[in-house]
């Protein structure tokens, strides 16, 4: 059997264009700010590629790029003025930041209301608490893909390798949510390739290049792949790179009954999810 690839793209611009004409029926057009600090090559086409997806929803996109000796204190103060200026609706610190600066101490000036990645304190909260609120865009989009392939995951066996404040633990109580039975795997679980046979939707956000093989997969399954490594490439040409998943696509896609790739699976429906989140938040604020 060969599997369904989930096609994130196009899923992805059915949200951005939801997205789109929702923003038409707004009297002010919302505003998104990313911070940039440092100079990671990763962080610089995330955050492009978050500007020209914010103007295409046609929401106005503020860009501010700091070096990266910047200070703790000056970051703080860049969000915290973002923070009060009315005029913007959703924030992004694009993490990681530089070693010097403490990200909890930068995330705790977010003001809640603007906080479209879902990750400062009163977010995580509200996400544990069941109480409505802005969620992490990327554990959305992991949700949304696996709800095209069974629309009621109530009882859904959901195995989430990966316990990253950014990924794994807000997927697995969102699949919670959705009265899925979750696990959350991580480097310590005994038996690992064993817990993930059992999954009947298996979503790998470890970090680590092409790890959930074939024979970790259950037969029918859907494997969602949040990983986005950067691997060498000889066959491009000496020192290229590509990036790879941490599913091996050709082993799950023989397995599974649907497969998000990476690239292309996952990395968009973030994207989609954080203008979704921006403009939940121009509406809450401006009302
Ligand atoms: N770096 C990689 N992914 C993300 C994300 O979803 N949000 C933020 N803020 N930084 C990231």
């Given at each position: ?78 969000v915290d003025a973002l923070s009060r200026d009315p005029d913007i ?20 000036v977010?003001d809640?209301?603007k ?173």
């Open positions: 059997m060969t599997a369904r690839s989930i096609d994130g793209k196009a899923i992805a611009a059915k949200v951005r264009a939801d997205v789109a004409a929702a923003v038409k029926q707004l009297s002010a057009q919302p505003a998104l700010a990313v911070v940039l600090t440092g100079d990671d090559p990763a962080s610089q086409v995330y955050v492009a590629s978050k500007g020209k997806a914010t103007i295409e929803a046609g929401m106005r996109s503020v860009e501010i790029r700091l070096p990266a000796d910047t200070t703790e204190a000056d970051l703080i103060a860049r609706d959703g924030i992004l610190v694009q993490l990681p930041l530089p070693k010097h600066i403490s990200e909890a101490n930068v995330l705790a977010i809640p209301l906080d479209v990645d879902g990750l400062t304190e009163a977010s995580a909260g509200k996400l544990v608490l069941g109480k409505p609120g802005l969620r992490p865009c990327t554990p959305v989009g992991c949700v949304i893909l696996a709800k095209t392939e069974r629309p009621d995951l109530s009882g859904a066996n959901v195995v989430v390798i990966g316990r990253s404040i950014l990924v794994g633990k807000p997927a697995a109580l969102l699949f919670l949510e959705q009265n899925a039975t979750v696990t959350i795997a991580h480097s310590k679980t005994r038996d690992l390739k064993m817990v993930c046979r059992g999954a009947d939707i298996l979503v790998a956000a470890v970090g680590r290049p092409e790890m959930v093989r074939g024979d970790w997969i259950r037969p029918g399954a859907i494997v969602i792949d949040v990983g986005t490594n950067r691997v060498p490439a000889p066959e491009k040409g000496e020192g290229k790179t590509k990036l790879a998943g941490d599913v091996h696509f050709a082993e799950a896609i023989e397995v599974a009954a649907a497969v998000s790739p990476s690239p292309g699976g996952v990395g968009p429906m973030t994207i989609a999810c954080l203008l979704r989140n921006t403009v939940i938040a121009a509406c809450a604020r401006r009302g």
